[in-house]
């Protein structure tokens, strides 16, 4: 091979090495914006799904019957003298869910004296949530749901599963309507905030 030749070849080599670099670089360029792109939707997707909801409801509530952890029953529409409000959680594997209700029980004076009855479900075997209700000593007996109420009153996948619930209540008046709603992603109801909540409400 002439030197001319051998140049025009180097030079060949050397033009699709850069080519390859470029389109190297380019395709680095693309992922990166892909991964940038896909955290930005994600925390979007995340602020969207976690944004407190709370909404004032006229509703007949969905009546049910649902075994506890007490081996008991409990019917909603025997309730009917006084307001109801209905806890939803995610419950066993939730600390921050059995805290909430472990609060609850902390102020019960209070809820007493708003006239409330406060009915925690879970989507749980008495077996499986067992242990955490002991861990955090709360007393109040947990219903137990297949799933049927939690559909019926709206609140499965509004927290990080969506085959479970989220962190939701739902405040019923002692005719059986549905007067209010809050959702909160954040796991946590300061309980004063609750019994706000259902005071206005029930006014």
């Not at 360029?29 to 995340?46: F, Q």
């Not at 209070?110 to 879970?122: C, E, M, N, S």
């Not at 209540?169 to 007067?179: P, S, W």
Request: aromatic fraction near 8%.
């Amino acid at each position: 091979m002439t030197n001319t030749g051998a140049r025009q070849e180097l030079h060949a080599r050397q033009k699709a090495a850069a080519a390859a670099d470029k389109r190297r670089s380019r395709w680095r360029r693309w992922l990166s914006w892909s991964a940038a792109l896909t955290v930005v939707a994600l925390i979007t997707g995340m602020l969207l799904t976690s944004q407190t909801t709370s909404a004032t409801t006229s509703t007949t509530a969905p009546d049910f019957t649902l075994p506890t952890t007490a081996d008991t029953t409990v019917t909603l529409s025997k309730l009917r003298d006084k307001p109801v409000l209905l806890y939803f959680s995610e419950g066993a594997g939730c600390g921050a869910c059995i805290m909430q209700m472990d609060q609850i029980e902390k102020r019960k004076a209070d809820f007493d004296a708003a006239g409330v009855t406060v009915l925690p479900i879970v989507m749980n075997t008495k077996a499986a949530i067992a242990a955490d209700i002991a861990r955090y000593g709360v007393t109040t007996p947990f219903l137990l749901d297949d799933g049927t109420v939690s559909r019926a009153y709206g609140t499965l996948g509004k927290g990080m599963h969506t085959d479970l619930p989220g962190h939701s209540f739902v405040l019923i008046d002692a005719t059986g309507v549905q007067r209010w709603y809050g959702e909160y992603p954040s796991m946590w109801l300061d309980p004063t905030d609750l019994l706000d909540q259902i005071n206005t409400r029930l006014r």
